[in-house]
T-cell receptor
């Protein structure tokens, strides 16, 4: 099936550092979403983006919907240990069955 | 917030047997539910869309006779893995969009880890 290209695949950082990850697609999406998945759990929504160019924040998280509607990035500022996990981008099209297409994920590891 | 549950959370079965996984929306109704499969260190891959009152629609490459889906009510969908084999071992996750909600109102279950021996 279709997948989004998400990078980097993994990150190893020090606590307090900022993190940036992005997703690109060959097709246009109406909606970009960012999820976090902890081990053995389902994904939890972090941020949803609905308009091209939109920049949205949720606490230390900031995400942007690319102008071309084919990309998005997520930034995490001042990382803390509980940020550890796997982050997934997902693209969706409002029309139709609300299917989501997921990126490959970015595994974040934080050294205290 | 909206909650989606899955049962069981983990299951071990012998090769050749069938396993049923339930997905329930606990405090909202969902005419559609989605079933995903996630192999270790990989992404979520959509397997099928469960439709209340009609047949499920399967993604390309997913065997509908092997992965039986029944959307019994507006709060329950079941996935039955028939004649399971070790290669079916995976993490199965369902999601349910709130009726008439946006894409940000699609809620994921906690997943079911299936191990086939």
């Amino acid at each position: 099936g279709q997948q989004l290209n998400q990078s980097p695949q993994s990150m190893f950082i020090q606590e307090g550092e900022d993190v940036s990850m992005n997703c690109t697609s060959s097709s246009i999406f109406n909606t970009w979403l960012w999820y976090k998945q902890d081990p053995g759990e389902g994904p939890v929504l972090l941020i949803a983006l609905y308009k091209a160019g939109e920049l949205t924040s949720n606490g230390r998280l900031t995400a942007q919907f690319g102008i071309t509607r084919k990309d998005s990035f997520l930034n995490i500022s001042a990382s803390i240990p509980s940020d550890v996990g796997i982050y997934f981008c997902a693209g969706g099209k409002i029309q139709g069955a609300q299917k989501l297409v997921f990126g490959q994920g970015t595994r974040l590891t934080i050294n205290p | 917030g909206a909650v989606v549950s899955q049962h069981p959370s983990w299951v071990i079965c012998k090769s050749g047997t069938s396993v049923k996984i339930e997905c329930r929306s606990l405090d909202f109704q969902a005419t559609t539910m989605f079933w995903y499969r996630q192999f270790p260190k990989q992404s979520l891959m959509l397997m099928a869309t469960s439709n209340e009152g009609s047949k499920a629609t399967y993604e390309q490459g997913v065997e509908k006779d092997k992965f039986l889906i029944n959307h019994a009510s507006l709060t329950l969908s079941t996935l039955t893995v028939t004649s399971a084999h070790p290669e079916d071992s995976s993490f199965y996750i369902c999601s349910a969009p709130r009726l008439a909600g946006g894409l940000d109102e699609q809620y994921f279950g906690p997943g079911t880890r299936l191990t086939v021996t």
